[in-house]
């Protein structure tokens, strides 16, 4: 099981960006779906979730800016962020967690991380 993230980039501050995350290999199932940011020298935290059922979970420094969805149908998550701010400056990773299937057709738990996609956001 592969994630792939895209979307990040420089952009104003007040600007828009979105990012997606496709999850690509065998898939049993997708459990819950998230994107974390990470400033240099600081811990990653968690930017907002989503669970199988469609309940989201934000960080209090995006709630109500940043939407998170998901595409069951194309395995992946999106990250809309609006209104961004310079405080928003950090590399965005997703995360997912589910069950991958094996040749033997049995399935085996993974959390897996995207690459990191980098969002800059100017004053």
């Known amino acids: 099981v592969q994630l792939q993230a895209s979307g990040g980039g420089l952009v104003q501050a007040g600007g828009s960006l979105r990012l997606s995350c496709a999850v690509s290999g065998s898939i049993y199932s997708i459990n819950v779906m998230g994107w974390y940011r990470q400033d240099p020298g600081k811990k990653r935290e968690l930017v907002g979730s989503?669970?199988?059922?469609?309940?989201?979970n934000y960080a209090d420094s995006v709630r109500g800016r940043f939407t998170i969805s998901r595409d069951g149908a194309k395995n992946a998550v999106y990250l809309q962020m609006n209104s961004l701010k310079p405080e928003d400056t950090a590399v965005y990773y997703c995360?997912?967690?589910?069950?991958?299937?094996?040749?033997?057709?049995?399935?085996?738990?993974?959390?897996?991380w995207g690459q990191g996609t980098l969002v800059t956001v100017s004053s």
């Open positions: 995360n997912v967690n589910g069950r991958g299937r094996t040749y033997l057709n049995t399935w085996y738990p993974f959390n897996e």
């Open positions: 989503i669970a199988p059922s469609g309940t989201t």
